[in-house]
């Protein structure tokens, strides 16, 4: 995850003066970014389809960064069909970075 939140920031997708927030902590990007990035990917096309593997990731900035025991959701709207929602609880701890499985 690390090289992937890099590229992103190299691309400026997070603000593009931001450091890397994976292992600098307080150097998030100035508002909420959320990024993709794709394990599997069979074709070059943005549609996850079967048997390819993508990974959401938030960078929240400063001002928005969770809490330890609080509740964030991550909605996913697609072209057709119901949204799919995700509601996590942040752990009491968090490090650089946590998996929200």
Partial sequence: MTAAM??????????????NPIGSPGTGPAT????????????TNEILE??????????????????????????????SGAPVEFQRTMPPMVDKFTNMG
Avoid: F, M
């Fill in 6 to 19: 890099a590229a992103a920031n190299t691309a400026a997708c997070l603000g593009g003066g931001s450091a």
């Fill in 32 to 43: 909420t970014k959320a990024v993709v990035y794709w394990t599997v990917q069979k074709n």
């Fill in 50 to 79: 079967p048997g390819e593997h993508a990974n959401l990731v938030i960078v929240y900035s400063n001002a928005d960064r969770p809490s330890p025991s609080q509740e964030v959701k991550a909605e996913l709207i697609l072209d």
